[in-house]
Each structure stands twice: as C-alpha cells, then as structure tokens.
Nanobody, 129 residues
Framework: QVQLVESGGGLVQAGDSLRLSCAAFGRHPSIFTMGWFRQAPGKEREFVAGTTWNGGRTDYADAVRGRFTVSRDHTNHTTNIVYLQMNGLTPEDTAIYYC???????????????????WGQGTQVTVSS
C-alpha cells in the first residue's frame, strides 16, 4: 500500500507564498509520476502541476504556470517528498490541494484525476484578498 501525506497548507494573504509537501510512505514504486490537484467548493478537482519521479518532466496548468513550481526532494534518497512551491497566490487559488501518485509512466504528465491510483488526504489553502 502507498500512503501520501500532504502538509504546508494554511491561510495567507494575496501575493504571499506557500510551499506544500507530499511525502510518500509504504511500498511505493521507485519510478512514478506525482501530480498536484486542487478542488474549490462547488468545483471539480483540477490538475495543478505534476512531475516524474526524477523531475525529468514537469507540467503545469495554465492558471499557475510561472507562479507554481513542482519539484522533488533530492537531498535524501531514502525519502520521497514532492513539493509544490506556490508564489503570488491569489484568492482564486483557494482550494483543498491534493497530491496523487501514478505508478505507470506515460509520455506526458496525466491531467485527469482518474489516471492516478493513490491520493493524499488534502491540505487546505486559503488566500484572502
């Protein structure tokens, strides 16, 4: 089983930054794709950013491109932590943020939630104006 645990959410003001973390525990594959999604009240879950296990490929939603950066922690090869650095936050970024893991690699980063097998519990990000 694979467990994903997000952290780093909170309440911030417009223009501030936050860094979300997603730690993978359990029998996860050494090669995987990690995606970040978000879901605002009354809206569907949407893709935010994604990366392959080695950071060789990344992708971003148009709404966050240039403001958000997804990366993997390469300082410790015994852990599997993926970060989402969020800069220039706006109230439109308010949502619950989820990380998700896909065991199989594809040519492109999957954008659809159903393409991912494992999900974290989510972390709330609230941006006030």
């Amino acid at each position: 089983q694979v467990q994903l645990v997000e952290s780093g959410g909170g309440l911030v003001q417009a223009g501030d930054s936050l860094r979300l973390s997603c730690a993978a525990f359990g029998r996860h594959p050494s090669i995987f794709t990690m995606g970040w999604f978000r879901q605002a009240p009354g809206k569907e879950r949407e893709f935010v950013a994604g990366t392959t296990w080695n950071g060789g490929r990344t992708d971003y939603a148009d709404a966050v491109r240039g403001r958000f950066t997804v990366s993997r922690d390469h300082t410790n090869h015994t852990t599997n932590i993926v970060y989402l650095q969020m800069n220039g936050l706006t109230p439109e970024d308010t949502a619950i943020y989820y990380c998700a893991l896909r065991r199989k690699l594809t040519v492109t980063i999957p954008l659809i939630p159903d393409e991912y097998e494992y999900w974290g519990q989510g972390t709330q990000v609230t941006v006030s104006s």
